[in-house]
């Protein structure tokens, strides 16, 4: 059984620009969720991907946004990138969006912006 | 709103010594309660979780948290520690469709 894998594992890239992360979620997951985990901090939820919808959404601005594809797999696309978007990106998948379901995380993808 | 807290960024014990990492959290409904170890430059990886049932819940590699009601708490221990426990440690509460909220996170030293 092949775990959460996430592309590319690290990232640079300036102020203004776009970036696109990419998360393939864990066999049988149909439930992918994003975190944003700056220096130092606890991960931060940024949205939830279940069945292709997007199901939830936390405190980021509209520039964040995503996909989830019928295999489930799921993109994270940040436009106008700044500074303080250098962080870790943390994909979790899940067998679907019970309160009491793990959450299965992949390694993430550094980015830093300059 | 759920949210969590976790009571000391950094702790530090000697190797075979008891593991206290301290966690409270608030919730308006009852809530499922996860702790989850980052080790450096890794993702996260799920220790244990409480959902319903057994207030003691065990864990991997010799973790174990209680579940206190009256006391809003999920305290993470482990009897001795070894110096593999070296990590930073997350508590965590899932709300309403499987989101989880963290806390900021507690770094465990290892001192042999």
């Known amino acids: 059984e092949t775990g959460v894998t996430q592309s590319p594992t690290h990232l640079i890239k300036t102020r203004g620009q776009q970036v696109t992360l990419r998360c393939s979620s864990q066999?049988?997951?149909?439930?992918v969720s994003w975190y944003q985990q700056a220096l130092g901090q606890g991960p931060q939820f940024i949205f939830q991907?279940?069945?292709?919808?997007?199901?939830g959404r936390g405190n980021f601005p509209p520039r964040f946004s995503g996909l989830q594809f019928p295999n489930y797999s799921s993109e994270l696309n940040v436009n106008a990138l700044e500074l303080d978007d250098s962080a870790l990106y943390l994909c979790?998948?899940?067998?679907?969006?019970?309160?009491?379901?793990?959450?299965?995380f992949g390694p993430g993808t550094r980015l830093t912006v300059l | 709103a759920q949210s969590v807290t976790q009571l000391g960024s950094h702790v530090s014990v000697s190797e075979g010594a008891l593991v206290l990492l301290r966690c409270n959290y608030s919730?308006?409904?009852?809530?499922?309660l996860f702790w989850y170890v980052q080790y450096p430059n890794q993702g996260l990886q799920l220790l244990l979780k409480?959902?319903?049932?057994?207030?003691l819940v065990k864990g991997i590699n010799g973790f174990e948290a209680e579940f206190k009601k009256s006391e809003t708490s999920f305290h993470l221990t482990k009897p001795s520690a070894h110096m593999s426990d070296a990590a930073e440690y997350f508590c965590?509460?899932?709300?309403?469709?499987?989101?989880?909220?963290f806390g900021a996170g507690t770094i465990l030293r290892v001192k042999s």
């Open positions: 979790a998948s899940s067998l679907d969006q019970g309160e009491h379901n793990e959450q299965f």
């Open positions: 066999s049988g997951h149909n439930t």
């Open positions: 991907y279940y069945r292709e919808e997007e199901n």
């Open positions: 919730s308006s409904v009852p809530p499922y």
């Open positions: 409480y959902t319903t049932g057994a207030t």
């Open positions: 965590a509460v899932s709300v309403r469709g499987n989101k989880l909220v």
